[in-house]
């Protein structure tokens, strides 16, 4: 089993930084493809982004590019966390934030179906 932990939201004002940070547990391997989805209050799950098992590839939702960064640190005994660099946030960004991993998946995979491990959310508010 795979446990997914995150941490890092709060409230922010818009032009602000967050960082969000997920680390995850049990079997989940250095090859998972791990993640950000969000969800906004009325609205459907989105894909924020996602990094491959070595952290050489990425994708992001055309609406974070340039102003999101993942990144992943694995150590030497596969402890596995990744991170959400958020910067020039808008209130439009403001959502519960999920970590997600996924075994077989790809950074392109923007469908939630994809993703076999998801944690509770962390709470991103960014005030106007």
């Known amino acids: 089993q795979v446990q997914l932990v995150e941490s890092g939201g709060g409230l922010v004002q818009a032009g602000g930084s967050l960082r969000l940070s997920c680390e995850a547990s049990?079997?989940?391997?250095?090859?998972?493809?791990m993640g950000w989805f969000r969800q906004a209050r009325r609205k459907e799950r989105e894909f924020v982004a996602a990094?491959?098992?070595?952290?050489?590839?990425?994708?992001?939702?055309d609406s974070v590019k340039g102003r999101f960064t993942i990144s992943r640190y694995t150590t030497d005994n596969a402890k596995n966390t990744v991170y959400l660099q958020m910067n020039s946030l808008k209130p439009e960004d403001a959502a519960l934030y999920y970590c997600v991993a996924s075994l077989y998946g790809s950074v392109a995979d923007a469908d939630p179906r994809g993703y076999d491990y998801w944690g509770q959310g962390t709470m991103v508010s960014v005030s106007p």
């Open positions: 049990g079997r989940i391997g250095s090859t998972y493809v």
């Open positions: 990094i491959s098992w070595n952290g050489l590839d990425t994708g992001y939702a």
